[in-house]
């Protein structure tokens, strides 16, 4: 993993409450993540007995895409490691709470357009 992503998970995780420590990125093959479509360019998978940390894992897909996507798919994903406390509220996975946190990204709206059209081409 780019250790960049590993610098922007941090600077994320240090402004959220009460965020897990020794949460893991990794790239991920396309068969952990089901069809390439939009929802799954990237997972989040909760700790575990056999290992205790949260791990977000990326499409290889995205190997060459340009950073400001793996970076909000990164913040995107944070979003989830918080979201047990979140969803509280209800909503399901995407509820009103997460998207206001994702949509604050600078990135949301040209990061998504790229993957729709990467979506398109897969
Ligand atoms: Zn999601």
Redesign the pocket.
């Given at each position: 993993m780019r250790h960049d992503l590993n610098q922007y998970l941090d600077e994320v995780a240090g402004r959220l409450e009460r965020f897990p420590k020794g949460v893991v990125i990794c790239w991920a093959d396309d068969t952990q993540l089901g069809d390439a479509n939009f929802?799954h360019w990237a997972t989040c998978a909760s700790p575990t007995r056999k290992r205790p940390v949260y791990v977000i894992a990326i499409s290889r897909a995205l190997l060459r895409a340009p950073k400001y996507v793996l970076r909000w798919l990164v913040l995107?994903?944070c979003?989830?490691v918080r979201l047990p406390a979140w969803q509280k509220g209800g909503g399901g996975?995407?509820h009103y709470y997460f998207r206001q946190f994702e949509r604050a990204h600078p990135d949301y709206i040209r990061a998504n357009k790229w993957l729709e059209k990467a979506a398109q081409v897969a």
């Open positions: 929802e995107h994903e979003g989830h996975c995407h």
